[in-house]
């Protein structure tokens, strides 16, 4: 069983920037696949990034360039480092952690981009 708390998340101007923490506890999170998914308003919950075990990732074409995942094993946390923000990057941010046998989920961050 894994808990997930995510944190970093709040109101932000146009090109601004966030960074979103993911804090794990009650498994060995150095195993886990670790995502950042979001999700808008009337919207489909829509994968935006990825970091494996070994450290690889991978991100949706709407934030490459932009957002930066990465994780600290040490610490049991996974971070999304968000630069240049726009109005359409509003949503509500989960982070999941996956394994071949479980997903687990934390209770989201709010991320709202707007002057």
């Known amino acids: 069983q894994v808990q997930l708390v995510e944190s970093g998340g709040g109101l932000v101007q146009p090109g601004g920037s966030l960074r979103l923490s993911c804090a794990a506890s009650?498994?060995?999170?150095?195993?886990?696949?670790m995502n950042w998914y979001r999700q808008a308003p009337g919207k489909q919950r829509d994968l935006v990034a990825t970091i494996t075990s070994g450290g690889n990732t991978n991100y949706a074409d709407s934030v490459k360039g932009r957002y930066t995942i990465s994780r600290d094993n040490a610490e049991n946390t996974a971070y999304l480092q968000m630069n240049s923000l726009k109005p359409e990057d509003t949503a509500v941010y989960y982070c999941?952690?996956?394994?071949?046998?479980?997903?687990?989920w934390g209770q989201g961050t709010q991320v709202t981009v707007s002057s």
């Open positions: 999941n952690a996956k394994s071949f046998i479980s997903s687990y």
């Open positions: 009650g498994s060995i999170f150095s195993i886990y696949t």
